[in-house]
């Protein structure tokens, strides 16, 4: 059974498009993340929710907007996709915020 | 804003030799010190965590010290082996207020066994 699962594994797609990555998990806990990793291997967190509230929300473009329907889902939907939002993107979670987080398998997307 | 450096980020040694990935942090107040493990093209994964009540933990062939005074902790790897390639990142817990947290990772160590 997958704990953190995300879709789809792998996306390519153009310039200016609009992509959405969804997530679920099925641990029970009440915190989930968005997490980007680039070429540099830099893991950077992007968003955070903790019981569907948004506690984390660091400095990303506004076409980035996370959506968490209830604490089990967060998905992740990009406008206007640039190049420079070719990377892989991790969905994790975690009983409690700051807690050992558990990682999806992550989202490899290439803007081309 | 806190964060946590990680030395070096790139280390290489001999198979059986030990390894030593080095962290600090600036936040006094960090209760809460992960290592993970990631694989080439895997997800990052928990190999070992330590917490502010104890200053050493040991699982096999790895341990974590930790030192509140100085502000730092470290991951050691003994009698390395082959299957220990992977680039290793060290966090740390910081407080963001109403009870939440967030952990802030270092930049990661790419540690390479030679055979």
């Known amino acids: 059974d997958t704990a953190v699962s995300q879709t789809p594994k792998y996306l390519v797609t153009q310039m200016g498009n609009d992509k959405s990555i969804k997530c679920e998990q099925n641990?029970?806990?009440?915190?989930m993340y968005w997490y980007k990793q680039d070429s540099k291997k830099f893991l950077k967190i992007m968003f955070s929710?903790?019981?569907?509230?948004?506690?984390i929300n660091e400095t990303v473009p506004n076409r980035f907007s996370p959506k968490s329907p209830d604490k089990a889902h967060l998905n992740l939907h990009i406008n206007s996709l640039e190049l420079g939002d070719s990377a892989v993107y991790f969905c994790?979670?975690?009983?409690?915020?700051?807690?050992?987080?558990?990682f999806g398998e992550g989202s490899w997307l290439t803007v081309v | 804003g806190e964060n946590v450096e990680q030395h070096p980020s790139t280390l290489s040694v001999q198979e059986g030799d030990s390894a030593v990935i080095k962290c600090t942090y600036s936040?006094?107040?960090?209760?809460?010190f992960p290592w993970y493990k990631q694989e080439l093209g895997k997800r990052p994964q928990l190999i070992i965590d330590?917490?502010?009540n104890v200053g050493e933990k040991k699982d096999q062939r790895i341990a974590v010290t930790l030192n509140k005074t100085a502000k730092h902790f470290s991951l050691h790897i003994t009698e390395t082996q082959p299957e220990d390639s992977a680039v290793y990142f060290c966090?740390?817990?910081?407080?963001?207020?109403?009870?939440?947290?967030?952990?802030?990772w270092g930049a990661g160590t790419k540690l390479i066994i030679k055979p």
């Open positions: 994790a979670s975690s009983q409690r915020s700051g807690n050992t987080i558990y």
């Open positions: 641990l029970g806990h009440d915190t």
């Open positions: 929710y903790n019981n569907k509230e948004l506690i």
């Open positions: 936040d006094s107040a960090s209760n809460y």
């Open positions: 330590i917490r502010s």
């Open positions: 966090a740390a817990s910081i407080g963001l207020g109403d009870s939440n947290y967030q952990l802030i």
